[in-house]
Nanobody, 124 residues
Framework: QVQLVESGGGLVQAGGSLRLSCAAS????????MGWFRQAPGKERECVAA????????YYADSVKGRFTISRDNAKNTVHLQMNSLKPDDTALYYC?????????????????WGQGTQVTVSS
């Protein structure tokens, strides 16, 4: 059974930083893509970043390019999202997700497993 557990969310002032972590368990993720999504109240869930376990291929939404960095620790089956220069618009529930494929795609429906989410709140 695949489990994805997020941590690291919290309240931060605009301009600050947070580091989210996703601990993955239940299978070997070597042929998976791992993604970070977010959903703000009244808005659709969107992919902010994704990374392949196989190589260093990454994806970033335009809104976070240059501010967020996704990385993985293969030995610990953990994926991180370093978020810098945070803005109030980054406030959302952030989810970790896994896709049973080596190709990176940003669509919500293309991911097979989801965590419960961790709240990120950025105050102005």
């Amino acid at each position: 059974q695949v489990q994805l557990v997020e941590s690291g969310g919290g309240l931060v002032q605009a301009g600050g930083s947070l580091r989210l972590s996703c601990a993955a368990s239940g299978r070997t993720f070597s042929n998976y893509v791992m993604g970070w999504f977010r959903q703000a109240p009244g808005k659709e869930r969107e992919c902010v970043a994704a990374i392949s376990w196989v190589d260093t291929t990454t994806y970033y939404a335009d809104s976070v390019k240059g501010r967020f960095t996704i990385s993985r620790d293969n030995a610990k089956n953990t994926v991180h999202l370093q978020m810098n220069s945070l803005k109030p618009d980054d406030t959302a529930l952030y989810y970790c997700a896994a896709r049973r494929s080596i190709s990176i795609l940003p669509g919500v429906g293309q991911y097979n497993y989801w965590g419960q989410g961790t709240q990120v709140t950025v105050s102005s």
